[in-house]
């Protein structure tokens, strides 16, 4: 048995006034899969980072198999077997997976012979229960083959204590099976022990063996999955007991007024190629469409050309009139977005907090009177929406970058939803957000779907969509392949239409 | 043979022979200026890396008297250059541009400046090898008598194609400059990555900088440069980042460059100017080409930001 047992004692890291871990103690047993559950903050990854050297924690200790270690540096913890699998892909994207396993080695060779050595990266990668193709470019595999090329890496590299940090978020159910499957294989035949940090309960309930939930940077609840409920795990992880926030309710059925149609939809991404191709479909009010695809799909494209980023062929109607994205339909036909990376997206980052709430209505009456800006009315409205919205923010003035991930979508949230929306088009708006930050969005958008706005929700999370929908399309290589109502979706047909099974 | 007998083919002929000659200084500045991008960085500042570098070979051969030191000791003007390019840039919140354009005004001064005792004394040139021994046309024996340092040039191109794929230095260079990211985690020393291929950038520059003074035109002067440094920046682009692709590229500037001379030699005098706009017209012509919305830069090294 070469799994090794690791156990973290005590460890305890200050950045400045802010304790990031608070005594956190958690044993990992040989040949198991322990997973880390938190929220954003709570301290899973620097926890982790102590673990592969990055951090020095300034109290703590750290045992592999009995012995006791002192990790200074990233290289200690590779002389100990310790290696993680990153959430942004630390492979070089022109390089082929082989020249990126020669030079992740732990010595770089001065010349490098390259039919003998891609002989011996076959043989070696033989063995393993993972098959990536060696001489592609990183670039060009889908994310599922990056992630699986990642963690050939790692045990090409002799790793024996794996760290997986939320690695199936960009993968297929199917796919997300397949690498955890794997993972949970190779640590039940003693060959790796495995730290996997997730925020989704039923991996962890299928695919691990302890769980160890951290809240403000402390443990607070650990233990075999099989003893733990997952409402007892929601509790530990947010504080109080939680309800189910998010129902499922029974609604009154889609008001038969069709808001946005669309057909033959026509879109090319950024490499000239048709990216959407012949799209249709109709959202009515009063109900919420969710399309499912893994990224990379057209997704992106879809919605940027809905929102008049990008150019497009096709007809797109919103109650029946044309919309093309100017200012002014948006306005009248109440046309309003919760996009992905809402920073980035949707709000100008170094520009104050009540000018970013104000960016739909600045130019309208009562923040603007012909050429006059009314400022002072414009921080009204920005007490209002922040009182309302709950956003917290060092102050009114503080620059958009400063605002956390959650309150920044409580933001983003705050202006669109206050609007009179009769569209809303939603694209991934929990991605990265934290538990608490999640269940207030899911109730807005179903706030607004009950006022009787249309909601289109494109969302890489086949979960969230199917707690929240009425009807899914599944999108792959631009087209929809597959619609069926929410009530009684089977996730597994899903999966495979999401991974590209042709429409029947 | 007659001289005149070869009449009109005396054209392609000094083209060649000026693609030749005009090409070597493209085919060190670009080369250098690749192997600093593969890190990850721009180096605009190559122009007057290359001024300095003409200065500085044309002073230590006149010196010295063996314009091989010449070119060594414009290598190293020019690879101290590099050094303060790479030191400068690696302070946070440095714009690159900024140093790169300032590095141009502050080279190009220092090698007037430091030059103006040599605009008389000739130094001794580099030395050439004829290789139109076979022929009695003076005009083949002309075009095909090439300077030593287009031969060294050649295989550059080889060695740092071979340097990229087949090290291990290559390809730690290669990560460095296409994902930071990678590299970190990898633990590559970054920054002295950068700093390194900026000055091995700078030394290559200052020797295509020497061919000028030493070779062709052959004299210190003022108007030595006709923007070299700056149109390989748009060549290594066009090379797509590989450097046998620079070597031949090098050669197309180069026949373009001739282009003028050549014409005047067979006795075309009108459009002058348009024939020596060649070059600059091709610069533009390529950046255009290559900057279609369609496929951006698909080679590019993923650190220097150059796709969305």
């Not at chain 1, 695809?293 to 050309?305: F, H, I, K």
Request: hydrophobic share 45%; proline share 4%; net charge positive.
């Amino acid at each position: 048995m070469t799994a090794p047992q690791v156990e973290l004692r005590n460890m305890t890291k200050r950045f400045g006034a802010n304790l990031a871990l608070n005594n956190v103690s958690l044993l990992i047993r040989s040949g198991t899969v322990h997973a880390l559950l938190g929220e954003n903050g709570a301290g899973k990854s620097t926890l982790v980072k102590c673990l592969v050297g990055f951090y020095h924690p300034d109290e703590g200790h750290i045992q592999v198999d009995g012995r006791e270690h002192r990790l200074n540096s990233p290289k200690d913890a590779d002389a100990l077997g310790i290696g993680m699998v990153y959430q942004h892909f630390t492979l070089v994207p022109s390089m082929t997976v082989a020249q990126n396993l020669v030079v992740s080695g732990a010595r770089l060779p001065a010349y490098i012979n390259w039919q003998s050595e891609l002989r011996r990266l076959a043989e070696v990668t033989k063995k393993l229960p993972f098959h990536v193709p060696l001489d592609v470019r990183v670039s060009q595999l889908s994310a599922g083959e990056k992630q699986k090329a990642e963690i050939v890496k790692q045990l090409y590299l002799g790793r024996k204590l794996l760290i997986l940090d939320e690695p199936t978020s960009v993968l297929t159910p199917a796919e997300a099976d397949e690498v955890l499957g794997h993972v949970r294989s190779l640590t039940r035949t003693g060959v790796l022990s495995a730290i996997l940090i997730s925020h989704k309960f039923h991996e962890v309930r299928r695919f691990a063996d302890d769980v160890t939930v951290l809240r403000r940077g402390a443990s607070v609840r650990t233990g075999a999955v099989a003893d733990l409920t997952d409402d007892a795990l929601a509790e530990a992880m947010i504080g109080e007991p939680v309800s189910k926030i998010v129902q499922h309710a029974p609604k009154s059925p889609p008001r038969s007024d069709i808001i946005l149609s669309i057909s033959d939809l026509r879109v090319n991404g950024d490499n000239g190629l048709p990216a959407v191709k012949d799209l249709s479909l109709e959202v009515r009010a009063g109900e919420i469409v969710g399309i499912a695809g893994v990224s990379g799909n057209g997704q992106l494209e879809l919605v940027e050309a809905l929102m008049g980023q990008r150019d497009r062929s096709g007809t797109m109607t919103v109650s029946g009139s044309p919309f093309n994205g100017t200012r002014r339909e948006i306005a009248r036909l109440g046309v309003y977005g919760l996009p992905q990376e809402p920073l980035k997206n949707a709000c100008i980052d170094r520009m104050s907090l009540a000018e970013n709430l104000a960016l739909r209505n600045f130019d309208r009456v009562p923040l603007c009177r012909g050429i006059a800006m009314n400022y002072g009315a414009l921080a009204q409205q920005a007490e209002r929406l922040v009182a309302q919205f709950r956003v917290k923010a060092p102050s009114l003035t503080a620059s958009m970058s400063t605002l956390s991930g959650g309150n920044v979508q409580r933001a983003v949230l705050a202006r669109e939803l206050t609007q009179d929306v009769r569209l809303l088009v939603a694209s991934n708006p929990t991605f990265g957000l934290d538990f608490v930050a999640c269940e207030e969005t899911y109730r807005r958008i179903l706030e607004a779907r009950n006022r009787g706005t249309a909601v289109l929700l494109i969302s890489e999370d086949l979960d969230e969509l199917l707690g929240l929908v009425d009807r899914v399309l599944v999108m792959s290589a631009g087209r929809i392949v597959h619609e069926v109502s929410a009530e009684g979706a089977d996730k597994r047909v899903i999966g495979k239409y999401m991974a590209g099974m042709k429409a029947a | 043979m007659d001289s005149t007998s070869i009449g009109w083919f005396s054209l392609p002929l000094a083209i060649l022979g000026g693609a030749i000659r005009v090409s070597t200084p493209f085919i060190f500045v670009s080369i250098g200026e690749l192997i600093t991008e593969k890190s990850g960085r721009i180096n605009l500042g190559l122009e007057g890396t290359l001024m300095l570098g003409a200065m500085a070979g044309y002073a230590i051969s006149y010196l010295s008297g063996s314009p091989w030191l010449g070119v060594l000791s414009a290598g190293l003007a020019g690879m101290a250059f590099g050094l303060l390019h790479g030191l400068l840039c690696s302070v946070k919140r440095v714009n690159d541009t900024a140093i790169g354009i300032s590095l141009i005004v502050l080279g190009t001064g220092l090698a007037f400046f430091l030059g103006k005792p040599l605009i008389e004394p000739k130094a001794p040139p580099l030395p050439s090898i004829g290789l139109g021994f076979w022929s009695t046309v003076p005009q083949v024996r002309a075009a095909l008598d090439v300077n030593a340092l287009f031969f060294v040039g050649i295989a550059l191109a080889f060695a740092v194609y071979l340097f990229l794929n087949r090290t291990g230095w290559g390809l730690m260079l290669r990560t460095v400059g296409d994902s930071e990211d990678a590299a970190r985690a990898l633990g590559f020393p970054v920054l002295r990555v950068r700093i390194i291929a900026t000055m091995a950038g700078g030394f290559l520059a200052g020797i295509g900088g020497s061919f000028l003074s030493l070779s062709y035109p052959g004299s210190w002067s003022e108007g030595l440069s006709s923007g070299q440094g700056i149109m390989a920046v748009a060549l290594v682009i066009f090379a797509r980042w590989r450097s046998v692709n620079a070597l031949g590229a090098s050669l197309l500037f180069g026949g373009a460059g001739a282009l003028g001379p050549a014409l005047q030699g067979i006795g075309v005098t009108g459009y002058y100017y348009l024939f020596n706009a060649a070059p600059y017209i091709l610069t533009l012509a390529i950046m255009v080409a290559s900057t279609s919305r369609a496929a951006p830069f698909a080679d590019a090294p993923g650190e220097l930001k150059l796709h969305r």
